[in-house]
């Protein structure tokens, strides 16, 4: 990735039950958290099959989702030309099975792409997280307990996307490169549909591994905002909620385990929500209506959350008031009302 010069911080020397997590969410940027997760029992196996046989050995048959790629794609998840479709097959089956099928093409230069993305670590491979297991040992877990997820596959490329929560991605089998862009690149990465997505999230149209400027030249901008980070097993990448990033897997046998976490609780619901209803209900009006929009939307809602509601005697500041879970229902009915008339 000679494209991109600025390599993401790492941090040495830190012992698992010590992991600075209070410190990496106020600072807001992406850190490698080099070995941390290295004793693991699944990080220290010797070879591709023996990875699979450990794997196997928690698996207790329930039907997982995997992604099928041609070899002519190189482990990109994508599009076909026209946007209008997603260019690979998924399908649904046994565990066992698809990670026999990596191993019988691990040797392949011109094999398929396989991909097991996001599969729930406590549901599909019971007991792993006993022997595997980041140390959660800060308050804000407690409130916001967070998912775990297992990545499995080949050589791949998860196109460049947000998620909207905090990660903490272990690297345990295999090399993975990340390339993260911060969120106000959003422009210059070209999103692709709302939907199909390859995976839940927008991805982007442009290679940013062999950038076309002519078509994308705002890509330029975003790759020198961008940062790379390349993880060996063992190692951890801490990034912030909506960093975009681009995730290779580098061997023929790779696996990660990923936690998000939110730091709101449950009964708030999802931006993405409030991103459809805006093109529903602004996008498309005056120019000079959206600016006074923008300024009532900095006023209730990207200003301090006190502020719309301070100057109202507490008995009447209602929605204005902070959120519980009983105003957050009541508010969610009141929409659903509102958008079904």
């Known amino acids: 990735m000679a494209l991109i010069a600025r390599k993401t911080r790492i941090i040495e020397g830190v012992e698992p039950h010590n992991i600075p997590f209070e410190e990496l969410v106020a600072e807001g940027k992406p850190a ?3 070995g941390v997760a290295s004793d693991w029992p699944l990080a220290c196996v010797d070879s591709p099959q023996q990875a699979a046989s450990y794997l196997k050995s928690y698996y207790r048959g329930r039907r997982v989702t995997a992604f099928t790629a041609r070899p002519e794609l190189r482990g990109r ?19 066992g099975e698809y990670l026999d099928r990596i191993l019988a093409h691990i040797d392949d230069p011109a094999a398929p792409s396989f991909y097991i993305g996001s599969t729930d670590v406590d549901l599909f491979l019971p007991g792993f997280r006993a022997e595997n297991d980041l140390m959660l040992d800060h308050d804000m877990f407690t409130a916001n307990p967070p998912m775990v997820s297992v990545w499995i596959g080949n ?6 996307h947000h998620d909207l929560s905090h990660n903490m991605a272990c690297c345990l089998i295999g090399r993975r490169r990340f390339t993260l862009f911060p969120p106000e690149q959003v422009a210059n990465l070209y999103p692709g549909p709302l939907e199909p997505t390859p995976g839940g999230q927008v991805v982007t149209m442009a290679n940013i591994s ?5 078509r994308f030249p705002g890509l330029r901008e975003a790759l020198d905002a961008g940062e790379v980070a390349e993880l060996e097993p063992g190692d951890v990448l801490y990034f912030p909620a909506m960093w975009w990033h681009q995730v290779d897997a580098l061997d023929t046998f790779n696996v990660m385990v990923n936690y998000w976490w939110n730091l709101v609780p449950d009964f708030m619901d999802t931006p993405q929500n ?3 209803h805006a093109l ?19 006023y209730y809602v990207f200003g301090p959350a006190e502020r719309a509601g301070e100057h109202l005697p507490e008995t009447a500041r209602g929605n204005l ?18 958008l079904n008339r």
């Open 32 to 34: 490698v958290i080099k």
């Open 77 to 95: 998840f994508g599009y076909t030309d026209d946007a209008t479709q997603l260019d690979f097959d998924s399908d649904q089956g046994d565990l």
């Open 155 to 160: 050589r791949t490329t998860a196109l460049a």
């Open 210 to 214: 062999a950038p076309d400027f002519e």
């Open 274 to 276: 409030t991103l459809l």
């Open 280 to 298: 529903l209900s602004l996008r498309d009006r005056p120019e000079a209506e959206k600016r006074a929009w923008r300024a009532m939307f900095d």
């Open 321 to 338: 008031a902070p959120l519980d879970e009983f105003k957050a229902r009541r508010l969610r009915a009141l929409l659903l009302r509102r």
